[in-house]
């Protein structure tokens, strides 16, 4: 179940952090006297009742007039690209803003008891049709096999949380999900021939060269893509890759930060197959593909100089944050696509890969 993200906006010192540590009855924020304690989002994961898993933001004051505070008020500000809730408090004005942007908006009033505030913001969050991460590709009795690298990009002793929902999902969904890393991809094969294969993106080519061309196969990143974004367009930008020249500017946009290792898909892995089919080596000019990253919050507002931007799977983000971005995007008129389906079309085997909800090929077993 996707964290329902609630965000907390008002002038300086009109109490929003007090507010969030009395739902939560502990000291979350720090709550001071002096304009301005909170500078950056503050976010703290709680379980509300009536709402289960939420996530609450603490913002800075929109008026904070110091030297910092314009900045402040563009982080605060970009915060409504992640929020399905906004309590505001005492900025009338501000009240008017999330509603341009289809974002509930709950007011409240100094003296209101938390239990009336969370029944107010039962009464108006968004309510989703639930969506299966594997969609329509899986049925009660199926084999799922899932291919895991377990590499120097991988956590140590777990697993990422896009495999453990997958995992838990098939389990509830009455499939048999057996897990194997590429290095046992063929031992798993032998005993099995499962009605779907989901891997790892990084390792598509390779699993598509072991496996029947019709044995259905996906990734986490395009099961996410699914759930989370709009696959249509992330399909259709996708295209944008067999457009891009050698002196193109792509931007890759994380959902969270993180710190890079040297296997770092993103940065590392995306850019260098990109350079590799853009670029000319040897002649003039070869060496221009421009490649940004923005992390976090640090999408640009700007989107214009950009030919394409391909977007991370977005694990630990929400819907309405995938979905505001792709909205920019397609504002801006710049095509925007997803790791895994930017993966998979850099392998040449986009054409083949199964994608939920969109009536492409299970195998019969
Ligand atoms: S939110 Fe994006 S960048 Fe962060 S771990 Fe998940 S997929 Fe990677």
Same mark, same amino acid.
């Given at each position: 179940?996707?964290?329902?993200?609630?965000?907390?906006?008002?002038?300086?010192?009109?109490? @929003?952090?007090?507010?969030?540590?009395?739902?939560?009855?502990?000291?979350?924020?720090?709550?001071?006297?002096?304009?301005?304690?909170?500078?950056?989002?503050?976010?703290?994961?709680?379980?509300?009742?009536?709402?289960?898993?939420?996530?609450?933001?603490?913002?800075?004051? +929109?008026?904070?007039?110091?030297?910092?505070?314009?900045?402040?008020?563009?982080?605060?500000?970009?915060?409504?690209?992640?929020?399905?809730?906004?309590? %505001?408090?005492?900025?009338?004005?501000?009240?008017?803003?999330?509603?341009?942007?289809?974002?509930?908006?709950?007011?409240?009033?100094?003296?209101?008891?938390?239990?009336?505030?969370?029944?107010?913001?039962?009464? %108006?969050?968004?309510?989703?049709?639930?969506?299966?991460?594997?969609?329509? +590709?899986?049925?009660?009795?199926?084999?799922?096999?899932?291919?895991?690298?377990?590499?120097?990009?991988?956590? @140590?002793?777990?697993?990422?949380?896009?495999?453990?929902?997958?995992?838990?999902?098939?389990?509830?969904?009455?499939?048999?999900?057996?897990?194997?890393?590429?290095?046992?991809?063929?031992?798993?094969?032998?005993?099995?021939?499962?009605?779907?294969?989901?891997?790892?993106?990084? %390792?598509?080519?390779?699993?598509?060269?072991?496996?029947?061309?019709?044995?259905?196969?996906?990734?986490?990143?395009?099961?996410?893509?699914?759930?989370?974004?709009?696959?249509?367009?992330?399909?259709?930008?996708?295209?944008?890759?067999?457009?891009? @020249?050698?002196?193109?500017?792509? +931007?890759?946009?994380?959902?969270?930060?993180?710190?890079?290792?040297?296997?770092?898909?993103?940065?590392?892995?995306?850019?260098?197959?990109?350079?590799?089919?853009?670029?000319?080596?040897?002649?003039?000019?070869?060496?221009?593909?421009?490649?940004?990253?923005?992390?976090?919050?640090?999408?640009?507002?700007?989107?214009?100089?950009?030919?394409?931007?391909?977007?991370?799977?977005?694990?630990?983000?929400?819907?309405?944050?995938?979905?505001?971005?792709?909205? @920019?995007?397609?504002?801006?008129?710049?095509?925007?696509?997803?790791?895994?389906?930017?993966?998979?079309?850099?392998?040449?085997?986009?054409?083949?890969?199964?994608?939920?909800?969109?009536?492409?090929?299970?195998?019969?077993?």
């Amino acid at each position: 179940m996707e964290r329902l993200h609630i965000a907390f906006f008002g002038p300086v010192n009109s109490g @929003k952090s007090t507010l969030i540590n009395a739902i939560c009855g502990q000291e979350v924020s720090l709550v001071s006297p002096v304009p301005g304690t909170t500078t950056d989002p503050v976010r703290k994961l709680a379980e509300l009742p009536g709402l289960g898993p939420c996530v609450l933001i603490d913002t800075a004051g +929109l008026d904070d007039e110091s030297l910092l505070g314009a900045e402040r008020r563009r982080r605060t500000l970009a915060i409504l690209d992640q929020t399905d809730v906004a309590v %505001v408090i005492s900025a009338p004005d501000f009240g008017t803003l999330p509603s341009q942007l289809g974002i509930p908006v709950v007011h409240y009033t100094r003296g209101e008891s938390v239990e009336s505030l969370l029944q107010r913001i039962i009464a %108006v969050r968004p309510r989703e049709e639930a969506r299966f991460l594997t969609g329509d +590709l899986v049925e009660s009795g199926d084999t799922v096999l899932l291919v895991m690298p377990q590499d120097s990009e991988a956590p @140590k002793g777990r697993l990422i949380l896009p495999q453990v929902q997958v995992i838990r999902e098939l389990l509830d969904r009455g499939c048999n999900a057996l897990c194997c890393t590429p290095a046992s991809l063929a031992s798993a094969l032998e005993k099995t021939t499962p009605n779907l294969v989901i891997t790892d993106s990084q %390792v598509f080519g390779l699993v598509d060269a072991a496996i029947p061309a019709d044995m259905p196969l996906t990734s986490f990143s395009i099961l996410l893509a699914a759930a989370k974004g709009d696959v249509t367009t992330f399909l259709e930008g996708a295209r944008a890759i067999d457009r891009l @020249k050698p002196d193109s500017r792509v +931007l890759i946009a994380e959902a969270c930060t993180h710190v890079p290792d040297t296997e770092d898909i993103g940065r590392i892995k995306i850019p260098a197959m990109l350079r590799r089919r853009v670029e000319m080596p040897g002649q003039a000019g070869h060496d221009q593909l421009q490649i940004d990253i923005a992390a976090g919050n640090d999408f640009p507002d700007d989107l214009a100089p950009y030919d394409l931007i391909i977007h991370c799977g977005a694990c630990i983000a929400n819907a309405q944050l995938v979905r505001a971005r792709i909205r @920019k995007a397609l504002l801006a008129g710049v095509p925007i696509t997803n790791y895994g389906i930017a993966l998979a079309k850099l392998q040449g085997i986009l054409d083949r890969i199964a994608i939920p909800y969109s009536r492409t090929r299970r195998q019969s077993s």
